[in-house]
């Protein structure tokens, strides 16, 4: 929280609202003045936060959406330009303890991968109509997985596959002579696969590149916090535009070997900020 430099009367935007763990600590700092508009896309985290959220002393404002359609959103909800936006670019535990949408390796439910299962194609219907060149295409550019190709032919033979657990074993048996150490085999093809259903890369691009110059004023603070090298590569790249941004963050700010063990999760995270001019 000290990255967004908190006091009340602010007008914060949480872009990823989640459950709301970030936002529970936002609204402890704005006070009776200040103002919380709280963005999802899954409407089960909406709900969620809305709960954790209920006693806040700010005023609280919560839309279903991306936060590539903040613009609209202020508007919709009548709302000025923000002084602070935080992204964290991470699934929550209530995301991956969802079976019904396959996020966990052992789930048995549907291989979804969706935020939102009201648009777009669910994960296995990407893979039961994707070429083999298509399916290498994303494992490689959205996964950056070393065994692109043999997973791709091994998912055409295969497929169709219904369940998180069917893949996992699929790229398991694939991987079984190739595993790295402190991964499971099956993370980055995981990964590439949810990239490509929420079409996640284009949304960082969009709110990194138009969205975040035009709804931050002058002295507006962005923070994200991303897990992968594609997000933070992306994230880097916009925030050394110095005709716009003030960065904040020469290094990635990482977890301490103590917050990590507490929070395996937080191994990969990279933390960024950066100032409007």
Known sequence: MAALDLSPGLFVVDGTLGAGGHSASIVEKLGPSG???GIDRDPMMLDHATQELQDAQCRTVFARGTYA?????????????????????????????????????????????????SSGRPAWQVIDESSESELTEILQLFGEEPAADEIASALVQRRPVATATELTQLVTAVKSKTSRENLHDATLTFQALRIA?????????RMLNDVLPAV????????????????????KNAFRK???WQNQTAKPVTATPAESRLNPRARSAKLRVAVRR
């Open 197 to 205: 259903v929420n079409e996640e890369l284009r949304h960082v691009e």
């Open 35 to 37: 103002t919380l508009l």
């Open 216 to 235: 931050l004023g002058p002295g507006g603070r962005a923070v994200v916090i991303s897990f992968h090298s594609l997000e933070d590569r992306i994230v």
């Open 69 to 117: 359609e903040l613009e609209s959103l202020l508007s919709d909800n009548k709302l000025s330009k923000p002084d602070r936006v935080l992204l964290d670019l991470g699934l929550s535990s209530d995301q991956l303890a969802d079976e019904s949408r396959g996020f966990s390796f052992q789930a048995e439910g549907p291989l979804d991968l969706r935020f939102d299962t």
């Open 242 to 244: 110095t005709d716009i």
